[in-house]
Structure formats: structure tokens, C-alpha cells
């Protein structure tokens, strides 16, 4: 019974970590950044054929999809059970994220020193409260986080709800280059 437990949560959490990715590209598409999710040169698609073409020829099937996805499975299924227990999801996951990861760490780091100071740490929160409470109470409260999070979407969206590019995260080092310049 445990193992069944431990297999459908691993699906389920590879479902969400899947659905996490293509939201996050979607998301990076539609807000116009240069590197979709993952960082992918010239945007999500650019990524995509450089990490699944198999032949080099610029093309993608599904064959190649599978193949590659495959491939990175058995890799990080280290007992080779055929199953990613919740540890070996862990290192895929953390390889995975990695060019995210240092790309949010190039975004702190705004000096380009190869490390991030407390102050450089602090600095995307520091007017957080001030921008968020709409009372001006001095304290966020969910209510204001969910105005705030309806006015940023409807700032983002023309009246046909498709993407208006504005809101782009204020604020937050998003639409940034790797030192901290706007793209």
C-alpha cells in the first residue's frame, strides 16, 4: 500500500512540477521576456528545439520529446526502480531550476561582485508593504493582496484579455538582464 502511496505522489508532484513549467513559460511568453522559463535564448521555443532536437536539424517530435525525457528519468532514477522517489524528483527538480536559480541570484547580485549583500537581498521587499496596503494602516492584509493581485492582471491584460505588457514586475527585477538592466 505504502509504495502505491509513494508512486502516486510522485506522479502527482511531477503532474504540478509539469504544469508549473508550462505556466511559468506561458507566463514569461506572454509578458514578453527574452528568456521564457528555463532560460531559453531567444525565448521558450528557442529552448525547446536546442533541448529536444535530437538530430540537430532544428526540428522536434514527439519521438525526440519522449526520447529526452526518457533519458533524464533513468538519469536521475538512481536505484533504477523505475520510479523517482520524492529524494531523486529532488535532484532533477534542483537541476532543472538551476539556470532560474542563477539567473534570480544575477538579479540580487546588482553590482555583478558574485555575491549578494544583505542590502541587495532586501532591496525588491523594501517598499513591498508601502506599494501593497491600501488602507495605509502600515500592515498587508489578504484582502489588499488580492486587490493588488487583480489590479496587476487587469494592468496586464487588454480588453480582450489577451497581454498588454504592462506590469511587468515592478519592483520584483523581472524583464532584467543578468546584472540588473532592463532588457
Not at 529532488?90 to 558574485?114: K, N, P, S
Not at 549578494?116 to 501593497?132: A, G, K, N, Q
Not at 496586464?156 to 527585477?173: C, K, L, T, V
Amino acid at each position: 500500500m505504502s509504495k502505491k502511496i509513494l508512486v502516486g505522489s510522485a506522479a502527482a508532484v511531477l503532474t504540478l512540477a509539469l504544469l508549473g513549467g508550462t505556466l511559468a513559460m506561458a507566463q514569461g511568453m506572454r509578458h514578453g521576456h527574452g528568456q521564457g522559463y528555463g532560460g531559453w535564448g531567444d525565448g521558450p521555443a528557442a529552448g525547446m528545439i536546442e533541448q529536444f532536437d535530437r538530430s540537430g536539424d532544428g526540428r522536434v517530435s514527439q519521438q525526440d520529446v519522449d526520447a529526452v525525457r526518457g533519458e533524464r528519468f533513468a538519469t536521475f532514477d538512481a536505484d533504477g526502480d523505475g520510479v523517482l522517489s520524492l529524494q531523486e524528483y529532488e535532484a532533477l527538480w534542483l537541476d532543472a531550476m538551476r539556470t532560474r536559480m542563477v539567473r534570480g541570484f544575477q538579479r540580487l547580485d546588482v553590482d555583478g561582485d558574485a555575491a549578494v549583500t544583505e542590502e541587495e537581498f532586501r532591496s525588491p521587499y523594501s517598499r513591498i508593504v508601502e506599494r501593497l496596503d491600501r488602507d495605509g494602516d502600515g500592515v498587508i492584509t489578504d484582502d489588499e493582496l488580492r486587490e493588488s493581485m487583480r489590479e496587476r492582471r487587469s494592468a496586464m491584460h487588454g480588453r480582450d484579455g489577451g497581454p498588454r505588457g504592462e506590469g511587468r514586475g515592478e519592483g520584483r527585477g523581472e524583464g532584467r538582464g543578468p546584472r540588473g538592466q532592463a532588457d
